[in-house]
Every structure is written in C-alpha cells, then in structure tokens.
T-cell receptor, first 116, second 116 residues
Framework: AQSVTQPDIHITVSEGASLELRCNYSYGATPYLFWYVQSPGQGLQLLLKYFSGDTLVQGIKGFEAEFKRSQSSFNLRKPSVHWSDAAEYFCAVGDGGGGSNYKLTFGKGTLLTVNP | GAVVSQHPSWVICKSGTSVKIECRSLDFQATTMFWYRQFPKQSLMLMATSNEGSKATYEQGVEKDKFLINHASLTLSTLTVTSAHPEDSSFYIC????????????FGDGTRLSIL
C-alpha cells in the first residue's frame, strides 16, 4: 500500500528565510505526487504536482518541488517565505489509477509558522 | 480554474439527527468524487470513492450504513451522516475529478460538523 511520511510536524522560519518541507513516499510504481496547502478551517489548495517528465516542478506562490526517485522524496522548497505562507502543508501520493480519478494518500502534514 | 462548492460550511446539530453535506462541481463534469474526513490537527483520511451512477466504494473501516453517499449526477455528490453522534464530529472534505481529463482533483472548502 502507498504511504507518505512528512517527518516534520512543525517548522518555524523567519520571514524572508528559505524553506524546505520534507516528504518521503512509498509506492510500487511511478507515483503521482502532490503538495497541498490548507489554511485553518479551509479546504486544500494545490501548490504543485508531479506526474512525469522534469523532476523539478514549479508551482504557485513561488513554490517548487523536486522528485528524487532514488530517495523516494518530493521535498517542497521556497527561497523566501512570506508571512502569508503560514499554514498546514500536506504531501500526497496518488495511485495512478488513470485520468484524474486516482486515490490520494496524504501525509500527516507540516505546520509552518512564520516569524516576523 | 475548476471550482468545487461544498455546502454547508458549518453545521451544528443534536445527537441522533442525520446531516447531509453536498459537493458540487460548478464548471466541469465530476465523474468521480471523493469524501475525506479530517480530525483536528491530523491528516485527511479517504472515506469513500463515488463514481457517477454507481455505488460508492468505501475504505476499510468506514461504515457504509453510517455514511451514505449518493452521486446521482455529474455535478453533485452528497454525504449523509445518519444518526450522528458526537464521535462523528469532524471536518469533512470532498474532492471531484473528471476521469477523462488529466487535471488533478479539485477540493471543496470542507464542512465542519459538530454533533452536540
């Protein structure tokens, strides 16, 4: 069965500092990988996704992530964090069920706090 | 971009009542819809997958008689929590997908359910 591990439950960074959120996955084939962001009491917003091709993917709000098959990782990065980036971040793996109706398995999330 | 509307956003009701949550795709045909449950400060857990016109497929451990899912049209799926009790209090989120496209799933904003 597929699984996702986000080792960091809570990360605090200063505004303007760089950010890296870690994500490791377990999946038997080439995975579909996603990063979502959730503000308190809200739904999920897709930051970026990896299906195939270039292993460095660009997303919205200045985020990027790199798929490293050898490390089973899909870490999220941002060069300069803004206070509005404070939120919960979820990494997810899809089972590649075809089209877009794949099942998603989420990690436990990383809460990002941004200090002024 | 694609929009998924979830209603209501927050509901409080007495123990023993049934609660219906709606999930609508506003500008695309949702051949598949997913229902997730999220406990406070935890990740999203997939409850069930529903394909339009078919019975929902429930994940292991989810009571199908407790959580009734209907997906009668390509734009609407409903989740009914029957005879709700305080332990059913949670944040419920739906997502919708068009299996004929390569677009990722789109999430609703969630429904906060509180059972007194």
């Amino acid at each position: 069965a597929q699984s996702v591990t986000q080792p960091d439950i809570h990360i605090t960074v200063s505004e303007g500092a760089s950010l890296e959120l870690r994500c490791n996955y377990s999946y038997g084939a080439t995975p579909y990988l996603f990063w979502y962001v959730q503000s308190p009491g809200q739904g999920l917003q897709l930051l970026l996704k990896y299906f195939s091709g270039d292993t460095l993917v660009q997303g919205i709000k200045g985020f990027e992530a790199e798929f490293k098959r050898s490390q089973s990782s899909f870490n999220l990065r941002k060069p300069s964090v803004h206070w509005s980036d404070a939120a919960e971040y979820f990494c997810a793996v899809g089972d590649g069920g075809g089209g877009s109706n794949y099942k998603l398995t989420f990690g436990k999330g990383t809460l990002l706090t941004v200090n002024p | 971009g694609a929009v998924v509307s979830q209603h209501p956003s927050w509901v409080i009701c007495k123990s023993g009542t049934s609660v219906k949550i709606e999930c609508r795709s506003l500008d695309f045909q949702a051949t598949t819809m997913f229902w997730y449950r999220q406990f406070p400060k935890q990740s999203l857990m997939l409850m069930a997958t529903s394909n339009e016109g078919s019975k929902a497929t429930y994940e292991q451990g989810v009571e199908k008689d407790k959580f009734l899912i209907n997906h009668a049209s390509l734009t609407l799926s409903t989740l009914t929590v029957t005879s709700a009790h305080p332990e059913d209090s949670s944040f419920y989120i739906c997502s919708a997908a068009d299996s004929h496209s390569n677009q990722p799933q789109h999430f609703g904003d969630g429904t906060r359910l509180s059972i007194l």
